[in-house]
């Protein structure tokens, strides 16, 4: 029972999650319908019952096979099997105009939009030369079909009606990539420009504030007695951190992501924080490419988790997971075994103001807490899956 309910979760997962296969299941349950229902109302062949149950069977493993495994969906022999198995129904059926004709035509759906627009339309060509064979085979196409023009009308659509479906969803595939790479590049610059402004506002402002800050209190360490100089002190000893800080920031809001996978930068950034300080940094696990948005706010938050891990929690070890979830999204888990954190955890200052923030601007998941065992802290972040939530 556990491990059916599992198998329909994961395909229901997948629905939300793949707006392709989400047109299959729709379109090869109305198929189903309408094939199983004029097999119960009409009688098409002496064994309608047991070709209905198939049907229904067929349909069922399909779509919980395809729901279940990605490179399922992905592979051209299992859409062939699918599209043998549907003509074998029509043949069956004993008649080319088949209640079968329409589920027939939902095995294009997977092929037409994963394949390239010329190889689609081949795809497509198969299925219609297929299909004439076997119209054939059933021996009710009459003699006299190119003489009747209704009879030859009705044969040309059952034929012409599969490269039609093919070449609108190839066109809308085609349409619907070109669409996401204009995104990307459209939050790439954006988030470039951003990122450049703000290097620009904290290098010419902030920075020569601070820095000023710190020269006048430079003036004043001489001047002060024994009880003021150690605030004077601990004031430039901040000084000087929050200065160290904030080329640090604009340093890396300077060097743009490129590109360059998530978890590439967060191993380059483990190994400096493991040299600045005393805790052993491990990564482990990979993401899924992500849009350049999401990428940027992903490496920000994790970055300033071990960040944070470094310089506050007193720990010996910070262990970093990257994953990638079912539907194409991820996930980053940053644990270390410090002091730990309460539960709920404070406001927080900047940093955790910062994060949140940033999880919340992508539709990602942000949770900070004990790490399990109450030992440490854990930070999670569940990223969305693409088109979906997390």
Excluded at 228 to 234: F, I
Excluded at 252 to 257: A, H, K, V, Y
């Amino acid at each position: 029972m556990g491990d059916r309910r599992r198998r329909w979760g994961s395909t229901r997962e997948t629905v939300r999650a793949d707006r392709w296969f989400a047109l299959l299941t729709m379109t090869r349950v109305l198929g189903t319908a309408v094939a199983v229902l004029l097999l119960v109302s009409h009688r098409v062949t002496r064994h309608d019952v047991p070709l209905a149950a198939l049907t229904l069977v067929w349909s069922g493993v399909t779509l919980v096979a395809f729901g279940r495994s990605e490179r399922l969906r992905a592979a051209p022999a299992a859409w062939a099997v699918d599209l043998l198995a549907a003509l074998a129904l029509v043949l069956a059926s004993g008649d080319w105009r088949s209640p079968f004709y329409i589920y027939a035509l939902t095995t294009l759906v997977l092929p037409a939009t994963a394949l390239g627009a010329r190889a689609a339309m081949a795809w497509g060509t198969a299925f219609s030369v297929l299909y004439a064979v076997v119209a054939m085979l059933t021996r009710q196409v009459p003699s006299d079909t190119l003489a009747n023009t209704i009879r030859l009308e009705t044969l040309a659509t059952h034929l012409f009606v599969p490269l039609l479906v093919t070449l609108a969803l190839a066109y809308s595939s085609g349409l619907l990539a070109r669409l996401r790479t204009a995104r990307a590049e459209s939050e790439r610059l954006a988030l470039e420009a951003e990122r450049r402004r703000i290097a620009w506002e904290l290098h010419d402002s902030a920075k020569q504030r601070v820095h000023a800050a710190h020269l006048m209190l430079s003036a004043l360490e001489h001047r002060v007695g024994d009880p003021e100089r150690e605030l004077v002190d601990g004031a430039l000893a901040e000084l000087r951190g929050a200065t160290a800080d904030m080329e640090t920031s604009v340093a890396e809001l300077r060097i743009p992501l490129d590109g360059r996978p998530v978890d590439e930068l967060l191993r380059r950034r483990a190994a400096e924080l493991e040299l600045a300080g005393d805790a052993r940094i491990e990564v482990h696990g990979t993401l899924p490419p992500l849009p350049p948005l999401v990428a940027a706010h992903t490496y920000r938050i994790a970055a300033e988790a071990l960040t944070n891990a470094v310089r506050h929690a007193s720990c010996g070890t910070i262990h970093v997971e990257l994953s990638t979830a079912p539907g194409g999204g991820g996930a980053v888990v940053v644990a270390d075994d410090g002091v730990g954190i309460p539960d709920p955890p404070p406001a927080g200052g900047h940093g955790l103001r910062s994060m949140r923030g940033r999880a919340e601007t992508i539709g990602a998941r942000l949770h900070i807490g004990p790490a399990p065992g109450g030992h440490g802290t854990r930070v999670a972040l569940a990223l969305p899956t693409p088109g979906g939530s997390p």
